[in-house]
T-cell receptor
Framework: AQKITQTQPGMFVQEKEAVTLDCTYD???????LFWYKQPSSGEMIFLIY??????QNATEGRYSLNFQKARKSANLVISASQLGDSAMYFCAMREGRQGGKLIFGQGTELSVKP | GAVVSQHPSWVICKSGTSVKIECRSL??????MFWYRQFPKQSLMLMAT?????????EQGVEKDKFLINHASLTLSTLTVTSAHPEDSSFYIC?????????????FGPGTRLLVL
């Protein structure tokens, strides 16, 4: 069963607008972590934001925020004020159990920012 | 943030040869590192968990005799693709986590692109 699902293979957004990238997950472990990474064409994985399952507040990092809805098992990434440099692949990932454990990745969403 | 390096960044080899990829954590100690493989237009798939001083744990379907992992120190893990074939051509990327980080983060190396001719 797919544990991390990203249902948007590709997304377009106008420069300076906000965009939401969807991510749903499935786990029975009460302790887990959710990550978002950006992967430009160079291939490097750039860490964007992290949300722990016990965190009460939604995580925010600059223009990135994570809309964490635990009951719905969703962890959507919101990018505000999109920039041309935001065009890349975006991956949602989940870590089950103890901190520092392996990550399971979603299929990814390719974001294209239009000028 | 913490830095993870990989070497080489690119490698082209003939079918049947072995290729070693190094993954180093430059400013933190990693008792555990992870090796992923990514085919074009696909997601990252975990291959194995590299444990310092002990045997690696391989994911289902990954041949342990083909993908040899050695984690000899807290800062170095190596992946050796033995008797490489064209179907092994892929992007290999490692990651490690820092127990000292205030916030949990897994840091990825820049990746190694392998092309087997």
């Amino acid at each position: 069963a797919q544990k991390i699902t990203q249902t948007q293979p590709g997304m377009f957004v106008q420069e300076k607008e906000a965009v939401t990238l969807d991510c749903t997950y499935d786990t029975s472990d009460p302790s887990y972590g959710l990550f978002w990474y950006k992967q430009p064409s160079s291939g490097e994985m750039i860490f964007l934001i992290y949300q722990g399952s016990y965190d009460q507040q939604n995580a925010t990092e600059g223009r990135y925020s994570l809309n964490f809805q635990k009951a719905r098992k969703s962890a959507n990434l919101v990018i505000s004020a999109s920039q041309l440099g935001d065009s890349a692949m975006y991956f949602c990932a989940m870590r089950e159990g103890r901190q520092g454990g392996k990550l399971i990745f979603g299929q990814g969403t390719e974001l294209s920012v239009k000028p | 943030g913490a830095v993870v390096s990989q070497h080489p960044s690119w490698v082209i080899c003939k079918s049947g040869t072995s290729v070693k990829i190094e993954c180093r954590s430059l400013d933190f100690q990693a008792t555990t590192m992870f090796w992923y493989r990514q085919f074009p237009k696909q997601s990252l798939m975990l291959m194995a968990t590299s444990n310092e001083g002990s045997k690696a744990t391989y994911e289902q379907g990954v041949e342990k005799d083909k993908f040899l992992i050695n984690h000899a120190s807290l800062t170095l893990s190596t992946l050796t693709v033995t008797s490489a074939h064209p179907e092994d051509s892929s992007f290999y990327i490692c990651s490690g986590g820092s127990s000292l980080a205030a916030q949990e983060t897994q840091y990825f190396g820049p990746g190694t692109r392998l092309l087997v001719l």
